[in-house]
């Protein structure tokens, strides 16, 4: 890889080193050379860093790479500016200022530019060409190539250390951060829960004093319908109760009248009898058979009533209906109408 690497220096620079020596630096195309340049350096940079670390496989063959393609790259520059120094010079400058070559690419072309025209070229251009020794100039390169190199690592390492270390403490502080709002937020979902179940309460407090308050109102209801209903009852039962008493004081008047009369008629038969006494009479046929005087006691009625019959002078038999108390039997009284006309003709034949 060094080889075609150093091939592709050689023939951008010694294909043009007349040129160059003509002093027309820009038709040298130094965007080309620099291209290379940089590949040339990373070939160098991964020397220096076998070299530096010490490896027995590699270290010792590390230094007699670099100084076989950096003599090459030199003897290049040399030989395509004809030995001039200025003209050289202008070229590294040139090539060292492409946007390729930046950074660490940019230091070591400027390094390598000062090394050739600064220290090892003379003013004098024919001496350059035949005296100036390639790698005289690449092991003084070299020492400052790879001290570069532990100096870059060491600086790499070091920002390496201090940007792992701000990555540290950005993430401790994001970390920190991001505790302290899950700390908030655990506050605040607290609160909010909190305030949740303080607005539950109270709804299903509010909805338990409504369903209470309803209970209570439909019991309300319930309590004066039922009054209502045993005060209506209580009226009814004090109703049937007064006419009951009524029909009771009704049935003692009846009563009270059937025995006047039954006692008027037995009056009557005694007085009968005691004319039949006196003077024998033949009785008619209507008076042949003694009028009967029957009481008939009836069974407990179903309903609340008792039906109480009276005699009429007439000789007929109503029957009143009369509501008695319910603890109290039924009671039917039949009395015979006395025989009117008999008396009439008994108290004639008196006469």
């Known amino acids: 890889m060094a080889n075609q690497v150093v091939a592709l220096v050689l023939l951008a620079l010694g294909a043009n080193a007349v040129v160059l020596r003509g002093g027309d630096s820009d038709s040298m195309r130094p965007e080309m050379v620099a291209n290379t340049l940089a590949k040339v350096e990373e070939e160098w940079r991964k020397e220096a860093a076998v ?11 590390a230094p007699d790479a670099f100084a076989h393609s950096c003599a090459t790259v030199v003897s290049a520059v040399i030989q395509g500016s004809g030995g001039d120094r200025d003209v050289a010079k202008e070229y590294m400058n040139n090539v060292c200022g492409q946007k390729v070559l930046s950074g660490w690419h940019k230091q070591r072309c400027a390094s390598l530019a000062s090394r050739i025209t600064e220290h090892a070229m003379l003013a ?5 060409r035949q005296n100036l020794l390639p790698s005289k100039v690449c092991t003084s390169f070299w020492s400052v190539f790879v001290e570069a190199e532990r100096t870059r690592e060491a600086d790499e390492a ?6 792992e270390k701000v990555v540290a403490e950005q993430e401790k502080k994001a970390a920190e951060a991001a505790a302290e709002e899950k700390k908030v937020a655990d506050a605040a979902a607290k609160v909010e829960a909190e305030r949740r179940a303080k607005v539950k309460a109270a709804r299903d407090q509010e909805a338990t004093e409504l369903k209470a308050k309803q209970d209570a109102a439909e019991a ?10 045993l005060a209506m009852k209580k009226a009814e039962a004090e109703q049937v109760q007064r006419e009951a008493q009524k029909k009771m004081k009704e049935a003692e008047v009846a009563e009270q009248e059937h025995k006047a009369r039954q006692e008027e ?6 007085q009968l009898k005691n004319t039949v006494k006196s003077k024998p009479v033949e009785a008619p046929k209507e008076v042949a058979e003694a009028p ?3 009481e008939v006691v009836a069974p407990k009625p179903a309903a609340k009533e008792v039906a109480a019959v009276v005699a009429k002078p007439a000789g007929k038999v109503e029957a009143a209906p009369v509501k008695a108390d319910a603890k109290k039997p039924a009671v039917v009284v039949a009395v015979a109408a006395p025989p009117a006309k008999v008396e009439a003709k008994a108290d004639t034949k008196k006469k």
């Open 51 to 61: 070299f530096t670390e010490g490896s027995k496989s590699g270290a010792s063959g």
């Open 158 to 163: 070091k920002e390496k250390a201090e940007h």
């Open 292 to 294: 009967k005087v029957a």
């Open 220 to 229: 309300k209801v319930r309590a004066a319908e039922s009054a209502a209903r």
């Open 265 to 270: 008629h037995e009056k009557a038969q005694e």
């Open 124 to 128: 004098d251009n024919y001496a350059n």
